[in-house]
């Protein structure tokens, strides 16, 4: 029998009218509809294939179709895919112990989506400041940075500093403050005894690929431990080989308390993610006072333990940070009079256009007609994060295209 979908036979417009018609208008796409990908190569619907230089925001950083993750999801899936926390599953222990091994942490707590593992952090730290820190009862504060992004749930908006994603939401979930990102005295000031947390991305991503002065996190590491709080670094879209280490924070040698993970843990299959901490500090957590019905299931830990696997043998980390380098190298010598700053780290790319050149978003357009997905962000920046599988001949082959379009 042969079942021909209807989706295989539709063109790429009309997906997108169905889309704009029937789906929440909570995103602005570029107007491409990918039907199948591989390796750093997406192709549409009409059989048109572009790079795919954002990476689902990098979360497919070891790029689309891997053989061994797409292996591990199908192994697992004719085992069991889930059970929920009320029983246990031959995937969890394994994974929380290759995980915490990687962090050189010890516990894990498995969540799904970056927002709840955010989210679980900020309980954690606020628990660990009523019970091991002695901040009185409902009086935790935890101090955040302007311009962050840590998703968005009505608690994380309660943060953030960008208007777009807070407008109408109110009201907001107190004991939050947040302070200038790279500025050490401005964390100072704001600590007080009540202070459980500082919780910051070593770089920013949202933000347009923020990197902070050098030895600010250094700074951040030796503040946080003499007035007793909490450093916890979201490294979902930084972490996991995006920089050139297994975490940002190692490019500035720093071991922040308490890691929060996403994105790339679950390579781009399935949805994971985790909270990784010390015994002491995840010790607050006792039965029933956290959980998730999917989180830690059998079929995500399987995927997540290959993704673990992967990144011990740093093959993507080390792609990152030489070829991050070359790319930088490259664009540092591209003439063009539209670009205020190139900036990053590994293969991240922030490009900051002059406001005279017009908004990102039409140089996105511009390299969408040349074979190029880009995305980007917060209007004036234009984000490059390719899958850390790309080698350096589809680098040049993107260099090219982008020094067409900049010049
Ligand atoms: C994407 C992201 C999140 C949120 O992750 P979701 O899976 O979209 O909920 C949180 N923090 C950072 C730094 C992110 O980049």
Not at 4 to 21: C, F, G, P
Not at 76 to 84: H, M
Not at 374 to 379: Q, Y
């Amino acid at each position: 029998m042969t079942v021909q979908t209807q989706t295989n036979e539709m063109t790429s417009a009309k997906h997108i009218e169905l889309v704009d018609r029937h789906a929440a208008h909570n995103y602005h796409p570029l107007p491409v509809v990918v039907a199948e990908a591989d390796g750093v190569w997406v192709t549409d619907v009409e059989g048109k294939r572009y790079m795919d230089m954002l990476a689902a925001y990098s979360a497919v950083n070891f790029g689309h179709n891997h053989p061994e993750l797409i292996e591990a999801a199908r192994v697992q899936l004719d085992r069991v895919t889930l059970t929920s926390r009320a029983f246990q599953n031959d995937q969890l222990g394994p994974f929380c112990k290759e995980l915490a091994e990687l962090c050189d942490k010890d516990v894990v707590l498995p969540m799904n989506t970056g927002a709840e593992a955010v989210e679980t952090a900020i309980k954690t730290a606020r628990k660990w400041g009523y019970t091991k820190k002695g901040v009185s009862a409902d009086k935790a504060k935890i101090i955040c940075c302007s311009e962050n992004f840590h998703g968005r749930t009505t608690t994380i908006v309660s943060f953030s500093t960008d208007p777009l994603c807070r407008e109408g939401f109110g009201p907001f979930t107190p004991g939050f403050e947040t302070v200038e990102y790279g500025n050490i005295d401005a964390l100072r000031n704001s600590i007080d005894d009540n202070t459980v947390a500082f919780l910051i991305e070593p770089i920013q991503g949202e933000a347009g690929i923020i990197v902070p002065p050098a030895g600010y996190l250094q700074q951040v590491r030796d503040l946080c431990t003499e007035k007793n709080i909490l450093f916890i670094a979201d490294e979902i879209q930084a972490g996991l080989g995006r920089c050139g280490a297994t975490f940002c924070v190692q490019t500035e040698n720093v071991v922040p308390d308490v890691l929060i993970l996403g994105k790339a843990l679950g390579g781009g299959v399935m949805p994971i993610s985790a909270v990784v901490s010390s015994t002491e500090i995840m010790s607050v957590f006792t039965p029933g006072v956290h959980g998730s019905t999917f989180g830690g299931n059998p079929l995500a830990c399987a995927v997540a333990r290959k993704v673990v696997e992967i990144l011990k043998t740093n093959k993507y980390q080390d792609n990152a940070k030489q070829l991050g380098e070359y790319l930088f190298d490259r664009l540092g010598k591209i003439k063009t009079d539209k670009v205020k700053q190139f900036r990053g780290r590994g293969l991240w790319v922030g490009i900051e256009f002059h406001e005279s050149a017009g908004v990102a978003r039409k140089y996105c357009e511009q390299l969408m007609q040349e074979g190029m997905l880009c995305k980007d962000t917060h209007e004036q920046v234009m984000r490059l994060a390719p899958p850390l599988c790309i080698t350096k001949d589809e680098l040049d082959w993107a260099l090219e295209r982008l020094e067409k379009v900049l010049a």
